[in-house]
């Protein structure tokens, strides 16, 4: 069972939960995902299954879009709604306030990861020394906000409004600590008080698979399940080079090859996509001096029928 399975993942479980439901549905040891949602957000999750784990990595770039609740008036120890929540004193932000805010995180920016994180400190788990009571402070990191918009705003509540905002950032970036900084920088606080995924690179939420359906398909067979997947380079954001038949053999056994005429230019410090002549992947490489040598081979190598007489 090889392929990429775009899960819809709902809120409650944890990404290994959904990776663990998977790998027994579809009886398949090598599951993994493409980047973890906590338990309280829901949204696009990838699951790798087979063979398509061995390509997880060139995932971990991809771009996230998020859909995001922020409340202000409060601040939270999690940066979140399951954290011990804080009023602030002072009058609430405005709609106009928070918009003209955001000129502030659009681009590439320093942000502070929240102390409640999976981040390591001294080999241990900042959020673990966060529940044991020790103070936590974590370098700043560079992450992009390639797109910030508010959605909608509601202030029913007037000393406590909320913002759906919608959030397209570079890998690693912490929703939770733009909904903290954005409070902190309209004079007030504020924490994220939900959270979807609706995109992970070029999958969908539109186009993801909910749990129940997966369990459905587990229940009517192998073929079922096998009928949700993708390709096992289903989104890969690589060039592709299409090699001929005859060096087909050469990649399964893991051999560099020429490069084909007429490929044109290829970049020496990027995985490149090698294909056979009906567009199967064969092997991610790179360009080593004038030849084209296999990383990860995800074709099987050729065997050599013995004939006795």
């Known amino acids: 069972m ?26 398949t040891k090598r599951v993994g995902h493409g980047g973890t949602l906590d338990p309280f957000a829901s949204g696009v999750l990838p699951v790798f299954l ?26 939270s120890t999690t940066d979140d709604l399951e954290g011990a929540l804080s009023r602030v004193a002072g009058p609430a932000p405005t709609r106009a306030a928070v918009e003209t805010a955001f000129d502030r995180f659009r681009g590439e920016i320093e942000q502070r990861p929240p102390a409640y994180s999976a981040i390591k ?14 103070a936590v402070e974590l370098a700043l990191r560079t992450v992009t906000i390639h797109a910030l918009e508010l959605g909608s705003w509601d202030d029913t509540m007037p000393d406590e409004p909320v913002a759906i ?9 912490y929703v939770r600590s733009l909904a903290r900084d954005l409070g902190e920088a309209v004079g007030s606080a504020a924490y994220l008080g939900a959270l979807t995924r609706t995109a992970s690179g070029p999958f969908t939420l539109d186009a993801a698979v909910s749990l129940d359906d997966i ?5 009517e067979g192998p073929a079922a399940i096998f009928a949700h997947l993708r390709p096992i380079d289903a989104g890969l954001d690589l060039p592709t080079v299409a090699v001929p038949e005859m060096d087909v053999a050469a990649i399964g056994q893991g051999k560099a090859i020429g490069v084909p005429p007429g490929t044109g230019s290829i970049p020496p410090d990027r995985p490149v996509r090698l294909v056979d002549q009906t567009g199967r992947l064969l092997a991610i490489a790179r360009l080593v001096g004038t030849k084209l040598a296999p990383d990860k081979v995800l ?9 006795r007489g």
Do not use: M, N
């Not at 090889?2 to 998977?22: E, F, N």
């Not at 369990?215 to 229940?219: E, K, L, S, W």
């Open 165 to 173: 905002i919608d959030v397209e950032c570079s890998a690693g970036t």
């Open 2 to 27: 090889d392929g990429v399975l775009v899960v819809a993942k709902p809120i409650g479980p944890t990404s290994h939960d959904v990776v663990g439901l998977v790998r027994r549905l579809s009886a």
């Open 121 to 134: 400190v001294a080999g241990r788990r900042a959020y673990a020394l966060a529940r044991a009571g020790q």
């Open 50 to 75: 087979g063979r398509a784990t061995r390509l997880v990595e060139y995932h971990l770039g991809d771009r996230k879009r998020y859909r995001a609740t922020v409340c202000f008036g409060a601040s």
């Open 215 to 219: 369990r459905a398909a587990a229940a």
């Open 299 to 307: 074709v099987d190598a050729p065997t050599t029928a013995v004939v």
